[in-house]
């Protein structure tokens, strides 16, 4: 069974810093790549970061980019999004999720989510 498990989500004034964290378990496949997504109300549901940790290939959302960074740990299948200079606007429900084949494109497998909260 393929687990999902997101943390590091909590309150941050803005300006400040958090660090999230995608534990991924149950699989052994040969080539994936896992994603960050973001859902607030009001606004689109919309995908933040993704890597593909056999060759390290990453996208990151135009709107965050120079701000957020999306790395891996494989040893651990561990995929980090460090989000800097947080505002009232990055405030989410930010999930991880994997792609099974390796585009970042068709996600199979969703977290359920933690929520991040930007005080102004």
């Known amino acids: 069974e393929v687990q999902l498990v997101e943390s590091g989500g909590g309150l941050v004034q803005a300006g400040g810093s958090l660090r999230l964290s995608c534990a991924a378990s149950?699989?052994?496949?040969?080539?994936?790549?896992i994603g960050w997504f973001r859902q607030a109300p009001g606004k689109e549901h919309e995908e933040v970061a993704c890597?593909?940790?056999?060759?390290?290939?990453?996208y990151i959302l135009d709107s965050v980019k120079g701000r957020f960074t999306i790395s891996s740990d494989n040893a651990k299948n561990t995929v980090y999004l460090q989000m800097n200079s947080l505002s009232p606007e990055d405030a989410a429900v930010y999930y991880c999720?994997?792609?099974?084949?390796?585009?970042?494109?068709?996600?199979?497998?969703w977290g359920k989510g933690t929520l991040v909260t930007v005080s102004s």
């Open positions: 999720a994997l792609d099974s084949r390796g585009w970042c494109v068709d996600m199979d497998y």
């Open positions: 149950g699989f052994t496949f040969d080539d994936y790549a």
């Open positions: 890597i593909s940790p056999s060759d390290g290939s990453t």
